[in-house]
């Protein structure tokens, strides 16, 4: 990967000129990644592609590992994944065509590399304007095989001019683009070291809790919409929202259970190993009845505070 840093520092044109040679960039979102960072720019160096970096702030040495591998970094104070994606994609002085957004702990497999070591816009029928990647999902190191995490479709790559990142989401974040997509199986690995650790984990299910909670409280009272339309027979992100508008009409606590039975017994979430059947209980049961109940404590509060007024 040629030095970012250093024709950025020099000169716009320079920055300008290099990247008119590439038809792809990559943006990596980091806080505190220096397990993952090293790891990723090692693999995708090779690519001789832009790589730029939005950080969150890290005190330990994210910033430094990604310089040293020659990628441009730029900072800004992380509210949730969104928004920082939306700061991203405005702020990175990308002119390539197409955009590839990634988090440090994903890491692409061999298949991908190749996929994108090879990538020419020419080679995309003009009319398709996203990409998704397949990634294989990952618990205390054990790949995920049943309770429908065995594939999982994400949009990881767009056109420049044609996509953004959808700000109606608080936790999940998704790139919307306009025209049509397309799927490339070969996957994107991805296995975060350190939710190999269990304290992190689940802390960090507790924050999700938060962000997810607020934000179907929002949705229930008109305050946030849902920019895609949900479409069952549409592309992954738009099942996905068709899915998410029935579990919102179901009813509270009664819910968890349900999700939690189809993944364990429909699809067989029983037969992953026993790292796997603790991630179906933990993600498919406990994180959505801790979800249940503090959307139930937001609406306490929104009672007692209309009594009071």
């Known amino acids: ?34 397990v993952h960072i090293k790891r990723l720019l090692s693999k995708i160096s090779g690519l001789g592609v832009p790589v730029f970096i939005v950080d969150s702030g890290s005190t330990d040495d994210t910033v430094q590992i990604a310089e040293a591998h020659g990628a441009i970094v730029k900072t800004n104070p992380f509210e949730n994944h969104p928004k920082q994606w939306d700061f991203a994609l405005k702020n990175c002085p990308i002119t390539t065509p197409w955009i590839v957004g990634l988090d440090a702990d994903q890491y692409p497999s061999d298949e991908l590399y190749q996929k994108l070591k090879s990538f020419s816009d020419a080679t995309i029928p003009a009319d398709v304007n996203g990409i998704y990647f397949n990634r294989h999902n990952y618990f205390q190191g054990e790949r ?56 992190f984990w689940l802390h960090k299910q507790i924050r999700y809790s938060n962000l997810t909670a607020q934000e179907e409280f929002q949705r229930k009272r008109g305050l946030r919409g ?11 992100d738009e099942r996905k929202a068709f899915l998410k508008k029935i579990w919102w009409n179901l009813p ?45 404590e937001l609406e306490k509060k929104e009672k007692l505070k209309q009594n009071q007024s």
């Open 1 to 34: 990967m040629a030095n970012l840093k250093a024709i950025y520092s020099g000169s716009t044109i320079g920055l300008f000129n290099y990247l008119i040679m590439s038809d792809l960039s990559i943006i990596i979102l980091t806080f505190n990644e220096s």
């Open 144 to 199: 995920l095989k049943f309770g429908g995490y065995r594939n999982f479709y994400m949009l990881k790559m767009f056109r420049r001019t044609e996509g953004w990142s959808d700000l109606n989401e608080n936790m999940d974040h998704r790139f919307i683009v306009n025209g049509k997509t397309i799927l490339w199986k070969e996957v994107l690995i991805e296995d975060n070291l350190k939710e190999h650790d269990i304290d």
């Open 226 to 236: 849902q920019t895609l339309k949900p479409n069952l027979l549409g592309n992954p």
């Open 252 to 296: 509270l606590y009664i819910r968890p259970m349900i999700y939690f039975f189809y993944r364990f017994i429909i699809r067989l979430g029983f037969l992953d190993t026993a790292s796997g059947r603790t991630f179906h209980f933990l993600q498919g049961f406990w994180f959505r009845f801790l979800v249940d109940f503090k959307i139930k």
